[in-house]
Nanobody, 131 residues
Framework: QVLLVESGGGSVQAGGSLRLSCAVSGAKYRNLCMGWFRRPPGKEREGVAAVAVDGSSVYADSVKGRFIISQDSAKNYVYLQMNNLAPEDTAMYYC?????????????????????????WGQGTQVTVSS
């Protein structure tokens, strides 16, 4: 069973940086795609960044050039480096995994469709950016 545990959230002033970590366990041979999603206060959940099984990554337009998704070589951790943070980045951030994943590209920023879904989610970590 795949388990995800996020850490690294917190409060920061606009222009600052944070790095979120997602510890991945139970994932051996499960061909995971990994994504970071966020839910701003009072808004819908949105995809932020994701990495496919082949290592290719994709970003939401709102974070492109500011956020970087990465994995360690053993794929035990997924990171989200967030730079030049803005108040509109304030949200609960979630790490998610899609097992037996064959999806690539911007489809990875969609949490669920009739054909695929991220089926494992972490508990979330809060990021608050003040102006």
């Amino acid at each position: 069973q795949v388990l995800l545990v996020e850490s690294g959230g917190g409060s920061v002033q606009a222009g600052g940086s944070l790095r979120l970590s997602c510890a991945v366990s139970g994932a051996k041979y499960r061909n995971l795609c990994m994504g970071w999603f966020r839910r701003p206060p009072g808004k819908e959940r949105e995809g932020v960044a994701a990495v496919a099984v082949d290592g290719s990554s994709v970003y939401a337009d709102s974070v492109k050039g500011r956020f970087i998704i990465s994995q360690d070589s053993a794929k035990n951790y997924v990171y989200l480096q967030m730079n030049n943070l803005a108040p509109e980045d304030t949200a609960m951030y979630y790490c998610a995994a899609m097992e037996a994943c064959t999806i690539t590209g911007r489809d990875l920023l969609v949490a669920r469709t009739d054909y695929y879904e991220y089926n494992v989610w972490g508990q979330g970590t809060q990021v608050t950016v003040s102006s």
